[in-house]
């Protein structure tokens, strides 16, 4: 069974920084692009970031490029996100996701995980 378990949200003031974290099982995870979307409150959902298999390769939404950095430890089948500068428009519920029937899509999912609260505010 595909779980996906983030966390790390937190609470955190403007210009603030935290580290989210996505625990995976139930497929191998090395052979999976893997994805970070984030759904603002009133709004669907919004890609964020993506990593290739190996973490050769990422990709960042423009609203986050050079302030996020995404990452990935194989050998712990762990997946992050790592936030900087944060400001108000990033609060949202972050999720990890992946796509289990391609493996390599760079938006697509087709698994996610509960979701972790980051909320940016003073």
Same mark, same amino acid.
């Given at each position: 069974?595909? /779980?996906?378990?983030?966390?790390?949200?937190?609470l955190?003031?403007?210009?603030?920084s935290?580290?989210?974290?996505?625990?995976?099982?139930? =497929?191998?995870?090395?052979?999976?692009?893997?994805?970070?979307?984030? /759904?603002?409150?009133g709004?669907?959902?919004?890609?964020?970031?993506?990593?290739?298999?190996?973490?050769?390769?990422? =990709?960042?939404?423009?609203?986050?490029?050079?302030? =996020?950095?995404?990452?990935?430890?194989?050998?712990?089948?762990?997946?992050?996100?790592?936030?900087?500068?944060?400001? &108000?428009?990033? &609060?949202?519920?972050?999720?990890?996701?992946?796509?289990?029937?391609?493996?390599?899509?760079?938006?697509?999912?087709?698994?996610?995980? /509960?979701?972790? /609260?980051?909320?940016?505010?003073?």
């Amino acid at each position: 069974e595909v /779980q996906l378990v983030e966390s790390g949200g937190d609470l955190v003031q403007p210009g603030g920084s935290l580290r989210l974290s996505c625990a995976a099982s139930g =497929f191998i995870f090395s052979s999976y692009y893997m994805i970070w979307i984030r /759904q603002l409150p009133g709004k669907g959902p919004e890609w964020v970031s993506t990593v290739s298999r190996v973490g050769s390769d990422t =990709f960042l939404a423009d609203s986050v490029k050079g302030r =996020f950095t995404i990452s990935r430890d194989n050998a712990k089948n762990m997946l992050y996100l790592q936030m900087n500068s944060l400001n &108000t428009e990033d &609060t949202a519920i972050y999720y990890c996701a992946t796509d289990i029937k391609y493996g390599t899509s760079k938006y697509g999912y087709d698994y996610w995980g /509960q979701g972790t /609260q980051v909320t940016v505010s003073s």
